[in-house]
T-cell receptor, first 113, second 116 residues
């Protein structure tokens, strides 16, 4: 079945540590996105990519980095520069036109310990 | 700039009663509008969308939404609520055709609680 897979489901980060969240899709979608979800704040865009080897910053990119070396994969690294990383992270993908909306992964819950 | 407002953090409704979850938007040009639902610790699931055409859009699980251009609204409705409809609902918007593939902007979400 086609879909979008995020791993791990739960992740714990120590202070000063970088961690990488995985996002893989087999939908042949061109565009991929990372959103952060905090209670009462909805979804905020971190980074997005519309084509391989290219990506753009979203509204809250500071402290995060991404790569898009393959069409299927869009990993997110939460760096030590991100001072408040505890959140639920959602990856999504879409066709380039955007008219069909997004398909979301099941999310990764990151907690700082 | 695009924006979405969901004015109610929480909506409570009795099972069997009609429900409405409100959404207003701001975007340049014609909008693409979406509703998604989220269950605890899960990703968002697509409910319905408005791209063009009829203002009343029907979607999954008996939900529908009405696009009102003059009021810039896209309220989600269901004639008879079920306890299983209890979840977090998100409205999203982006500028439509000829505006490039700008990312969706999401509202802050409305928690729907259906009481038996």
């Amino acid at each position: 079945d086609g879909g979008i897979t995020q791993s791990p489901k739960y992740l714990f980060r120590k202070e000063g540590q970088n961690v990488t969240l995985s996002c893989e899709q087999n939908l042949n979608h061109d565009a991929m996105y990372w959103y952060r979800q905090d209670p009462g704040q909805g979804l905020r865009l971190i980074y997005y990519s519309q084509i391989v080897n290219d990506f753009q910053k979203g509204d809250i990119a500071e402290g995060y980095s991404v790569s898009r070396e393959k069409k299927e994969s869009f990993p997110l690294t939460v760096t030590s520069a991100q001072k408040n990383p505890t959140a639920f992270y959602l990856c999504a993908s879409s066709l380039k036109t955007g008219a069909t909306g997004y398909t979301f992964g099941s999310g990764t819950r990151l907690t700082v310990v | 700039a695009q924006s979405v407002a969901q004015p109610e953090d929480q909506v409570n409704v009795a099972e069997g009663n009609p429900l409405t979850v409100k959404c207003t938007y701001s975007v340049s040009g014609n909008p693409y509008l979406f509703w998604y639902v989220q269950y605890p610790n899960r990703g968002l699931q697509f409910l319905l969308k408005y791209i063009t055409g009829d203002n009343l859009v029907k979607g999954s699980y008996g939900f529908e939404a009405e696009f009102n251009k003059s009021q810039t609204s896209f309220h989600l409705k269901k004639p008879s609520a079920l306890v299983s409809d209890s979840a977090l609902y998100f409205c999203a918007v982006r500028a439509g055709l000829y505006s490039g593939n700008t990312p969706l902007v999401f509202g802050k979400g409305t928690r729907l609680s259906v009481i038996a």
